[in-house]
Nanobody
Framework: EEQLVESGGGLVQAGGSLNLSCTAS??????????MGWFRQTSGKEREGVSC????????HYSESVKGRFTISRDNVNFILHLQMTSLRPEDTANYYC???????????????????WGKGTQVTVSS
């Protein structure tokens, strides 16, 4: 059974940093056959695509709200997706989800509907 497990969330002061990880297991295909993404959601708000990365890692996309502050990366050997978050702001507070979907090209999308597999999320809280 395919499983994505996020870790690394927590409470941090504004301006601080956190590193999120997502470990994949149970996938039939190799990890590098999948596009990966990070999404976030706050209660009462729509899910937001934060960042995505192509199967090779060569192509990445970021939402305008996190561009320049967050960095996505992947370890295709150990089946791990990372999200390095710096200069955190209170508005970054959300539950962060890892997602995966079979790759069909060299790029990726921040459209959550394009992703097939989802983790349960890790909470990030940024205090002012």
């Amino acid at each position: 059974e395919e499983q994505l497990v996020e870790s690394g969330g927590g409470l941090v002061q504004a301006g601080g940093s956190l590193n999120l990880s997502c470990t994949a297991s149970g996938f039939v295909a190799d990890f590098d056959d999948y596009v990966m993404g990070w999404f976030r959601q706050t209660s009462g708000k729509e899910r937001e695509g934060v960042s995505c990365i192509s199967w090779s890692g060569a192509s990445t996309h970021y939402s305008e709200s996190v561009k320049g502050r967050f960095t996505i990366s992947r370890d295709n050997v150990n089946f791990i997706l990372h999200l390095q978050m710096t200069s955190l702001r209170p508005e970054d507070t959300a539950n962060y989800y890892c997602a995966a979907t079979p790759s069909n090209g060299a790029s990726c999308s921040l459209d959550g509907d394009a992703f097939e597999y989802w983790g349960k999320g890790t909470q990030v809280t940024v205090s002012s």
